[in-house]
T-cell receptor, first 110, second 119 residues
């Protein structure tokens, strides 16, 4: 099955940009997603990218996909305190299944 | 739209008792729902896929007799943790895929989770 890896922790000053990285193993994943989880809550879909795209921008979020290296990143511009959360990347495994990374905790320092 | 609720949001029970957790899609029909388990500071682990009107498909290593899943309608799936033990304490999250996919391809909508603590 798919194996998705993420780094664990990132602290960033309010107003700076933050970048979270993720690698995956299954090159046939057609969709890759970024989810946000706030404390004690479920997951909220932030954005996604189709596998034939290199980049997708959605307001403050920029997703970059390097299919050759199976590397996915999420850049948050002008990071705000409300962005403090755990961010999960996920890869579509097919058959309605998602493989999640371990998550990356982002702490925004005012 | 596309809201998924879970009830209860938290529950504390004694060892040996059974606990039922409900997952509802409030404004859409979901033929497929998923149950995940999340340990502190860890990722989501898929436990089972619940299909309306049929038996759930369990992931390897998940005991189907311990984690009973029922998906009796297009808007409700339940997870019953039978004879709960302290090691079953965890955060249980459900998700649902809308019957009509007019949103992000294959997007799953997640419930807020249920914190189970077994004493």
């Amino acid at each position: 099955g798919e194996d998705v890896e993420q780094s664990l922790f990132l602290s960033v000053r309010e107003g700076d940009s933050s970048v979270i990285n993720c690698t995956y193993t299954d090159s046939s994943s057609t969709y890759l997603y970024w989810y946000k989880q706030e404390p004690g809550a479920g997951l909220q879909l932030l954005t996604y990218i189709f596998s034939n795209m290199d980049m997708k921008q959605d307001q403050r979020l920029t997703v970059l996909l390097n299919k050759k290296d199976k590397h996915l990143s999420l850049r948050i511009a002008d990071t705000q305190t409300g962005d403090s959360a755990i961010y999960f990347c996920a890869a579509w495994e097919g058959n309605n299944r998602l493989a999640f990374g371990k998550g990356n905790q982002v702490v925004v320092i005012p | 739209g596309a809201v998924v609720s879970q009830h209860p949001s938290w529950v504390i029970c004694k060892s040996g008792t059974s606990v039922k957790i409900e997952c509802r899609s409030l404004d859409f029909q979901a033929t497929t729902m998923f149950w995940y388990r999340q340990f502190p500071k860890q990722s989501l682990m898929l436990m089972a896929t619940s299909n309306e009107g049929s038996k759930a498909t369990y992931e390897q290593g998940v005991e189907k007799d311990k984690f009973l899943i029922n998906h009796a309608s297009l808007t409700l799936s339940t997870l019953t943790v039978t004879s709960a033990h302290p090691e079953d304490s965890s955060f249980y999250i459900c998700s649902a895929i809308p019957h009509i996919r007019d949103r992000v391809q294959n997007e799953q909508f997640f419930g807020p989770g249920t914190r189970l603590t077994v004493l």
